[in-house]
T-cell receptor, first 110, second 113 residues
Framework: AQSVSQHNHHVILSEAASLELGCNYSYGGTVNLFWYVQYPGQHLQLLLKYFSGDPLVKGIKGFEAEFIKSKFSFNLRKPSVQWSDTAEYFCAVNFNDMRFGAGTRLTVKP | ETGVTQSPTHLIKTRGQQVTLRCSSQSGHNTVSWYQQALGQGPQFIFQYYREEENGRGNFPPRFSGLQFPNYSSELNVNALELDDSALYLC????????????FGQGTRLTVV
């Protein structure tokens, strides 16, 4: 079955620390990959997306993600987090429809 | 703002009742998807509508049904509400096809008591 897994349920970092959130999916075909962020009380917002081409994609707010096809992974990274990055992060994969991981809650301590 | 609006924003219903949630898609988008997001979980795909036809369904029982109208707005109907139906219901619109991103509304918070 097609599924999306996010490895970390809750991540706590201090400001300026580096961030990497894991995402794996199970599907052997062509997929489109997304990371969404949900700030408290706000709607889901797109951080970045991968459809094809350069596997290293850059998104908004300094986030980037790398698609590694052989590992079925699409990990999210940010070199230096800020307190304002505190939010819930969701990896999503578009098989024939959009499927989401369970989410990772990021707490950044000032 | 995404241009996707959902109504109502909050709703309280009694077990066994029926509920209708509404979604206005972003201008130019012909595809609407509905998701259920339980507390502490990721959005779970309910179904998708493309040009007024159901175009994919997740693992939800038939008491979850929907409609899409000619203007591409959509409704989600849930019959015989159960306590576990309490969740945030999200609507997302997109331009159709796999190579498009989905834009989400702020959701309807449904509480079943």
């Amino acid at each position: 079955a097609q599924s999306v897994s996010q490895h970390n349920h809750h991540v706590i970092l201090s400001e300026a620390a580096s961030l990497e959130l894991g995402c794996n999916y199970s599907y052997g075909g062509t997929v489109n990959l997304f990371w969404y962020v949900q700030y408290p009380g706000q709607h889901l917002q797109l951080l970045l997306k991968y459809f094809s081409g350069d596997p290293l994609v850059k998104g908004i707010k300094g986030f980037e993600a790398e698609f590694i096809k052989s590992k079925f992974s699409f990990n999210l990274r940010k070199p230096s987090v800020q307190w304002s990055d505190t939010a819930e992060y969701f990896c999503a994969v578009n098989f024939n429809d959009m499927r989401f991981g369970a989410g990772t809650r990021l707490t950044v301590k000032p | 703002e995404t241009g996707v609006t959902q109504s109502p924003t909050h709703l309280i219903k009694t077990r066994g009742q029926q509920v209708t949630l509404r979604c206005s898609s972003q201008s130019g988008h012909n595809t609407v998807s509905w998701y259920q997001q339980a507390l502490g979980q990721g959005p779970q795909f309910i179904f998708q509508y493309y040009r007024e036809e159901e175009n994919g369904r997740g693992n939800f029982p038939p008491r979850f049904s929907g409609l899409q109208f000619p203007n591409y707005s959509s409704e989600l109907n849930v019959n015989a509400l159960e306590l576990d139906d309490s969740a945030l219901y999200l609507c997302a619109s997109s331009g159709g096809g796999r190579n498009t991103e989905a834009f989400f509304g702020q959701g309807t918070r449904l509480t079943v008591v």
